[in-house]
């Protein structure tokens, strides 16, 4: 088979569900257990060699986590691979201590070693865990899995669907390309698959006339999935976890890795729910809900905003501002300051001063100044951000933002979780080669 027709052959592909679910009942009071160890996975269509990959509890993407708005859970990590590793809880504003970055709130998970996280998480919606150490290497080789923080009082829905868009390079044995380290991906868009595809949590049929949540996490190291859907309407309801006030038309995403979209939507076809990647010479499908039947009655309710979390908004007569330009990069003219690819902040490694060291409470502002030739996805660790429009007003709040090559883009923020956060690009081979740094609340 060709490189080009792995891209091509995923349409149609037996997408099969993700393994083990954990329930809130299973969880409530009791320790979840994440071990991280070789599995093999069916990632091309059957009848294709499998892969040899990492995953969680036997399988890749590791099992969907439950857990409750404001409720502690304990979750034991047992690594089983052989490398040193740690679990980050991609979009929780967790404590500090239980982040997962190794050298910064942790040391590193040894091989045949564990470590004792617990959870409260103060905001329901979507978010993802992945490994932290060499994430370059552990997410492209399948450590990662779908976090559901439940609504206290959640929306009427039918069905509740994770929707994980990533990509694999792959051999035509079926294995994992190596090569993780490559300068040249790092110097580039980083590790880019030869094959996609959407991964579902349940991927049962659904019915004309229900009404689907669909939690569309991008769970690729370095790609930018443009994603369109068809087969449904409704509405966009939150971005990286937080509800929109105003819920949004669906049109054509664009989602950098690690952002996730909620979308609540009634199915309108007879056929199939189509999780699609817009390509310059048409419609790639990345996976499919089949439909079958009609359901009873279709609502017709309108898609109500989701509760809101209660994130600060800054004060921006008062903030600290800074600035934290991306630099960089193949075929950049611009001179950097930095022994590496790539730097960020002027600074390119967590061993250096943090680029913002600030009062616990108090608001900042990162303008976030691309001046490289490729996009980045800038995240914050154990915040959320506001983004911010040319005219200084408050939009969207995030945890990744996509920047695009020559963009400013002021973000605002109230630091108000005490403790060592990361900021870095997460395409996880720029971080590899020296995009990220970190702040400091005090
Ligand atoms: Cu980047």
Do not use: A, C, R
């Given at each position: 088979m060709k490189r080009r027709d792995f891209l091509l052959t995923a349409a149609g592909a037996g997408l099969a569900p993700v393994a083990g679910l954990l329930t809130p009942a299973q969880a409530a009071s009791t320790a979840l257990s994440l071990v991280a160890e070789p599995v093999t996975v069916q990632i091309l269509p059957d009848g294709n060699p499998a892969t040899d990959m990492l995953g969680f509890n036997g399988s890749s993407p590791g099992p969907l986590l439950r857990l409750k708005q404001g409720a502690r859970q304990a979750i034991r990590f047992d690594n089983k691979i052989d490398q040193d590793s740690a679990v980050h809880w991609h979009g929780l504003r967790i404590d500090n201590a239980m982040?997962?970055?190794?050298?910064?709130t942790q040391a590193q998970v040894k091989p045949g070693h564990g470590f004792d996280y617990a959870l409260t998480p103060p905001d329901a919606g979507t978010y993802w865990y992945h490994s932290h150490n060499r994430s370059w290497e552990q997410v492209a080789r399948g450590l990662y899995g779908p976090i559901i923080v439940e609504e206290a009082s959640p929306p009427d829905i039918d069905r509740d669907v994770v929707v994980m868009v990533d990509d694999w390079r792959l051999m035509e044995t079926g294995g994992l390309a190596p090569g993780y380290d490559s300068m040249h991906d790092q110097a580039h868009q980083g590790r880019l698959g030869n094959y996609a595809r959407a991964l579902f949590d349940d991927d049962s049929t659904v019915q004309r006339g229900q009404r689907l949540r669909l939690r569309i996490i991008n769970v690729a190291t370095d790609r930018v999935f443009p994603v369109k859907l068809s087969g449904i309407e409704g509405r966009v309801v939150a971005l990286d976890g937080m509800p929109l006030s105003e819920p949004r038309a669906i049109e054509e995403m664009l989602l950098a890795p690690a952002q996730r979209v909620d979308i609540i939507a009634d199915v309108t076809s007879d056929a199939a729910v189509s999780v699609l990647a817009p390509l310059r010479d048409g419609d790639y499908v990345l996976g499919e809900l089949k439909v079958e039947g009609k359901a009873k009655e279709r609502r017709t309710s309108a898609i109500a905003p989701l509760p809101a979390n209660s994130l600060g908004k800054p004060d921006l007569a008062n903030s600290q501002d800074v600035l934290v330009k991306m630099e960089g990069g193949a075929m950049n003219p611009r001179i950097m300051?930095?022994?590496?690819?790539w730097g960020l902040g002027g600074r390119n490694d967590i061993?250096?001063?943090?680029?913002l060291r600030i009062e616990r409470g108090r608001s900042a502002r990162l303008r976030l100044a691309n001046e490289t030739l490729f996009p980045h996805g800038i995240h914050l660790h154990g915040h959320h951000f506001f983004e911010m429009s040319a005219d200084g007003a408050l939009g969207d709040a995030r945890d990744t933002s996509l920047v695009m090559p020559d963009q400013t883009l002021d973000v605002a923020c109230v630091f108000d979780n005490p403790g060592k956060w990361l900021l870095h690009c997460h395409m996880l081979g720029h971080q590899a080669a020296g995009m990220k740094t970190w702040v400091e609340v005090i």
């Open positions: 982040d997962g970055v190794p050298g910064l300051q930095l022994n590496s690819i061993n250096q001063e943090p680029v």
